[in-house]
């Protein structure tokens, strides 16, 4: 139980910075006219296609594309797409108001829609580089950026995306119930620990009713290092890397290696998840490398960009596991949910914002949790009835949307009801 909560705890933090991220990206997305532009042209084609040419398009489409026959990236309905910007607007919301990362939900919740894992998988990532991209690399508020730091980084997550995605094609080679299963184990494990530390954490802050304030609280520089990171920058393993000098008197430095394993961990977990590694980049950085927050931050931000944008286009779109339309939906509706939920903080108290995130992530455990024992059943792991494997899932699908769509609306109704109230704080 201890461990598991360690593991939430270390997950939590990561996720929180990923939050800032999105949050960050959206804000600037959504405040610049050039980018709101690309974003429509973007869309543009979808809508046009799904009101006219839709039966067209998917007609004259080849067998293969990517090399498989039955889920064709480029398919489409009006009513698939109005889906994924709900499954967008809610991690949106997740983001937003919690401000610790709704990307958790997205897998799963494309999975009960009835998304194979792996597609699943290239189509988060492809809707986080696609964000990424749009936030702009190069942007001025990325700030402290260490590029030796990150050039390092991104040599070992790009061979860890290279053997993640591998793996989850050559699992759906074999089976894609396989891969399906191995997608689920991986989410049951990550969101059982983080929504068990959250679950604990809520109750804590509720017995001592310090739960007052929100998950926004911004980073201090973060310069103290445990004795883990002291012990890796004792090791003089070369090369060596130099980092903090701006922040810290004469700097840091710490084996190349040591960033090279910790990339090749994050690339893994990017390209296995569908996540952009840096719910996993931030307390990697800080709790065991010894790095700053605030070069952590700038770091963090601009290696998701290179680790999301190979994984998804070198590990999933040139084999056809990307569903193109559910990308651009989750774009729309997230942007939009991360800017409600964040005006809703400014209303809402912090005890009952813990409350909702150990919710939300509980949900996408639930529904994980439900749907593992068919996906085990059907690659002959144990015996299970078709009626009894039918009925986990359903169990499942349905919790986890009736606790998200009561959250969505919770927060949707809590911004209408205050709109007033928030236009002064604004003033």
Same mark, same amino acid.
């Given at each position: %139980?201890?461990?598991?909560?360690?593991? #939430?705890?270390?997950?939590?933090? !990561?996720?929180?910075?990923?939050?800032?991220?999105?949050?960050?990206?959206?804000?600037?997305?959504?405040?610049?006219?050039?980018?709101?532009?690309?974003?429509?042209?973007?869309?543009?084609?979808?809508?046009?296609?799904?009101?006219?040419?839709?039966?067209?398009?998917?007609?004259?489409?080849?067998?293969? &594309?990517?090399?498989?026959?039955?889920?064709?990236?480029?398919?489409?309905?009006?009513?698939?797409?109005?889906?994924?910007?709900?499954?967008?607007?809610?991690? !949106?919301?997740?983001?937003?108001?919690?401000?610790?990362?709704?990307? =958790?939900?997205?897998?799963?919740?494309? %999975?009960?829609?009835?998304?194979?894992?792996?597609?699943?998988?290239?189509?988060?990532?492809?809707?986080?580089?696609?964000?990424?991209?749009?936030?702009?690399?190069?942007?001025?508020?990325?700030?402290?950026?260490?590029?030796?730091?990150?050039?390092?980084?991104?040599?070992?997550?790009?061979? #860890?995306?290279?053997?993640?995605?591998?793996?989850?094609?050559?699992?759906?080679?074999?089976?894609?119930?396989?891969?399906?299963?191995?997608?689920?184990?991986?989410?049951?494990?990550?969101?059982?620990?983080?929504?068990?530390?959250?679950? &604990?954490?809520?109750?804590?802050?509720?017995?001592?009713?310090?739960?007052?304030?929100?998950?926004?609280?911004?980073?201090?520089?973060?310069?103290? $290092?445990?004795?883990?990171?002291?012990?890796? /920058?004792?090791?003089?393993?070369?090369? $060596?890397?130099?980092?903090? /000098?701006?922040?810290?008197?004469? !700097?840091?430095?710490?084996?190349?290696?040591?960033?090279?394993?910790?990339?090749?961990?994050?690339?893994?977990?990017?390209?296995? %998840?569908?996540?952009?590694? #840096? =719910?996993?980049?931030?307390?990697?950085?800080?709790?065991?490398?010894?790095?700053?927050?605030?070069?952590?931050?700038?770091?963090?931000? =601009? /290696?998701?960009?290179?680790?999301?944008?190979?994984?998804?286009?070198? /590990?999933?779109?040139?084999?056809?596991?990307?569903?193109?339309?559910?990308?651009?939906?989750?774009?729309?509706?997230?942007?939009?949910?991360?800017?409600?939920?964040?005006?809703?903080?400014?209303?809402?108290?912090?005890?009952?914002?813990?409350? =909702?995130?150990? $919710?939300?992530?509980?949900? !996408?455990?639930?529904?994980?949790?439900?749907?593992?024992?068919?996906?085990?059943?059907?690659?002959?792991?144990?015996?299970?009835?078709?009626?009894?494997?039918?009925?986990?899932?359903?169990?499942?699908?349905?919790?986890?949307?009736?606790?998200?769509?009561?959250?969505?609306?919770?927060?949707?109704?809590?911004?209408?009801?205050?709109?007033?109230?928030?236009?002064?704080?604004?003033?």
């Amino acid at each position: %139980m201890n461990f598991l909560t360690k593991v #939430g705890q270390f997950l939590h933090e !990561g996720s929180r910075a990923h939050a800032e991220w999105e949050i960050r990206t959206a804000n600037t997305i959504l405040g610049d006219r050039k980018r709101l532009l690309v974003l429509g042209l973007l869309l543009l084609p979808i809508f046009i296609g799904g009101v006219v040419f839709a039966d067209e398009i998917v007609g004259g489409l080849p067998q293969y &594309i990517g090399g498989k026959t039955a889920y064709s990236p480029s398919f489409f309905t009006m009513g698939i797409f109005i889906a994924s910007i709900f499954i967008g607007l809610c991690a !949106g919301l997740i983001t937003g108001c919690i401000g610790a990362g709704g990307g =958790f939900i997205i897998a799963p919740a494309l %999975m009960s829609a009835g998304i194979k894992g792996i597609l699943a998988v290239g189509t988060d990532l492809f809707h986080i580089f696609a964000k990424a991209i749009m936030g702009s690399v190069l942007h001025k508020k990325l700030g402290n950026i260490s590029v030796s730091l990150a050039f390092i980084f991104l040599i070992g997550s790009i061979f #860890g995306a290279s053997l993640g995605g591998w793996i989850n094609r050559v699992l759906y080679e074999i089976n894609p119930v396989i891969s399906d299963a191995f997608i689920t184990t991986i989410y049951v494990i990550m969101l059982g620990a983080l929504g068990l530390y959250s679950l &604990i954490d809520f109750l804590k802050a509720r017995k001592s009713e310090h739960g007052s304030g929100d998950f926004h609280g911004g980073k201090d520089e973060g310069t103290a $290092m445990g004795n883990l990171p002291k012990k890796l /920058q004792a090791i003089k393993l070369p090369p $060596m890397v130099a980092f903090d /000098q701006g922040i810290i008197p004469g !700097g840091r430095s710490i084996s190349s290696w040591f960033l090279i394993l910790s990339g090749f961990l994050v690339g893994l977990c990017a390209a296995i %998840m569908g996540v952009g590694g #840096g =719910f996993l980049t931030f307390p990697i950085f800080v709790y065991i490398l010894g790095v700053s927050s605030m070069t952590t931050v700038g770091t963090d931000i =601009f /290696q998701i960009i290179f680790t999301a944008g190979y994984a998804a286009i070198g /590990q999933y779109a040139i084999y056809g596991f990307i569903f193109y339309t559910l990308a651009m939906g989750m774009l729309l509706g997230s942007l939009l949910g991360i800017q409600i939920g964040a005006m809703s903080t400014k209303v809402v108290k912090g005890i009952t914002i813990r409350g =909702f995130y150990a $919710m939300a992530v509980l949900a !996408g455990f639930i529904n994980r949790f439900f749907a593992l024992p068919s996906k085990l059943a059907s690659i002959g792991a144990f015996p299970l009835s078709k009626e009894t494997a039918s009925l986990l899932d359903k169990i499942g699908i349905w919790l986890f949307f009736i606790f998200i769509s009561i959250f969505a609306v919770w927060v949707i109704g809590t911004f209408v009801m205050n709109i007033k109230k928030l236009k002064g704080k604004e003033t």
